[in-house]
């Protein structure tokens, strides 16, 4: 398996600008989950889905954010408009079963640049 | 919610030492308890993880060790090699509403193996 597969791995862009980033989990894994990186904050979760529903979104910052998993094998994360303080490496991430039962499985990250 | 603490920030040893790191969490109700090894570029990757009804784990030069009572988890890296040099991330899983989960990071140790 090709594991989890992110694009871009970079993106740089200007504030107000629309940014969407792509994941595609690992194929029969149920859960997919959205992180956020940075050095002041770590690793945050941003939302997350089972089945193609989002399960808990309470770590998405404000309504700039939004994410979409039309199926199985495809999910979003958009941000518009974009600030510079959106700058972070996002990580996607899927797993077979629930997170207190299931490794999860990262891909290398999108890293965001927004000036 | 669930709350996971991790120290040191940095840690720098001689090559063939030990190293450990420790992490702390606040949510009684979590039952699994993750490692994570984070290197420069890439998505952090599972190393070993142990749930609440076991309290020491070992995979070769790698074991973890659990406090349910004190609420704390522990990595042990033995026999240390400049190739573990790298960030390790230790998790908590925290109960959310209906009957989900989610996991919350530590901030991080970033792991120095000098020759």
């Known amino acids: 398996d090709a594991g989890v597969i992110q694009s871009p791995r970079h993106e740089v862009t200007e504030m107000g600008q629309e940014v969407t980033l792509r994941c595609k989990p690992i194929s029969g894994h149920d859960y997919l989950f959205w992180y956020r990186q940075t050095m002041m904050r770590g690793l945050e979760l941003l939302i997350y889905?089972?089945?193609?529903?989002?399960?808990?979104d309470s770590g998405m910052p404000e309504d700039r954010f939004s994410a979409k998993m039309p199926n199985a094998s495809f999910s979003t994360l958009k941000i518009q408009p974009s600030e510079p303080r959106d700058s972070a490496v996002y990580f996607c991430?899927?797993?077979?079963?629930?997170?207190?039962?299931?490794?999860?499985?990262f891909g290398n990250g999108t890293r965001l640049t927004v000036t | 919610g669930e709350n996971v603490e991790q120290h040191p920030s940095t840690l720098s040893v001689q090559e063939g030492d030990s190293a450990v790191i420790k992490c702390t969490y606040s949510d009684s109700a979590s039952n699994y308890f993750p490692w994570y090894k984070q290197e420069l570029g890439k998505g952090p990757q599972l190393i070993i993880d142990i749930r609440s009804n076991v309290g020491e784990k070992k995979d070769q030069r790698i074991a973890v060790t659990l406090n349910k009572t004190a609420k704390h988890f522990s990595l042990h890296i033995t026999e240390t090699q400049p190739e573990d040099s790298a960030v390790y991330f230790c998790?908590?899983?925290?109960?959310?509403?209906?009957?989900?989960?989610?996991?919350?990071f530590g901030a991080g140790t970033r792991l120095a193996v000098h020759p």
């Open positions: 889905f089972n089945n193609n529903v989002p399960i808990d």
């Open positions: 991430a899927s797993s077979l079963g629930p997170a207190n039962n299931s490794p999860l499985h």
């Open positions: 998790a908590a899983s925290s109960p959310i509403s209906g009957g989900y989960n989610k996991l919350i």
